[in-house]
């Protein structure tokens, strides 16, 4: 089965627009639509039709381009079922545990709640990619919209869990600000020092910093690290549980 085409293009000032093309079946779907403009440009581009939306969470940022694109191809809109009443025009309700298939692809649903209450991650599990949305960031995690501490570190470690080559899409580029928070809380972190100079390399020439892999989050990423005894001693938590520690990094990422 020939490998699935994904591009990942800039959008908004912050945020990434992901196309996932499978060339068998010809069938092509958007991550997220942050902005209808620049996704119709990369459909132009590359020449494929819009024929689905996944949509991971309700926030504007990434549904802004629902109600055109699918007014304008008629594509299919998937969203979790949680968040039903704030996306537009589903035609597709997932939840945990749902899976369904793209062109002889599997699509795994996971809810991730915490950042939003629905949050849901798509995880291919044959194509070794899993599709964020605002969960976990390069170096980062979403903010705690609707959710606690304890729940996003739940949502958190089912990413932790999944395969570590597993190639990681998220909805944002804020790599080099969260490095720097990383690099505050667990400074003696030689993989995580590594780690922000390719950053500011990849960022000086306006290149993306994701995708990234779960080993690299693992080794490198501090809301991944509670269990850090560098990160405890920073914070002054040692031995606490690893859900306290996970709450107090994210209420200091807020404040840094
Ligand atoms: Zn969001
Ligand atoms: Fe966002």
Known sequence: MPDLIIRQFPCRSDNYGVLVHEP???????????????????????????????????HGDHTAGHIALKSETGCKIIAPEKEAGKIPDVDVNVSEGSA?????????????????????????????????????????????????????????QKLMMLPPETLVYCGHEYSKANAAFALSVEPGNAMLQQRAKEIDELRAKNAATVPFTIAAELSQNPFLRPD?????????????????????????KNAF
């Open 24 to 58: 068998v079946n010809k069938l092509t779907a958007a991550i997220d639509t942050p902005d209808p403009a620049p996704i119709r440009a990369e459909l132009a581009a590359q020449g494929w039709a819009l024929t689905h939306i996944f949509t991971t969470h309700h």
């Open 228 to 252: 850090s005894l560098e990160i405890q001693q920073h914070l002054g938590m040692s031995g606490h549980p690893l859900a306290t520690i996970f709450t107090e990094l994210r209420r200091l």
């Open 100 to 156: 369904f298939d793209f062109g002889g692809h599997q699509v795994r649903v996971i809810e991730m709640p915490g950042h939003t209450a629905g949050h849901v991650t798509y995880w291919l599990p044959d194509d070794g990619v899993a599709f964020v949305g605002d969960t976990l960031f390069s170096l980062g995690c979403g903010r705690l919209f609707e959710g606690d501490g304890p729940t996003m570190w739940a949502s958190l």
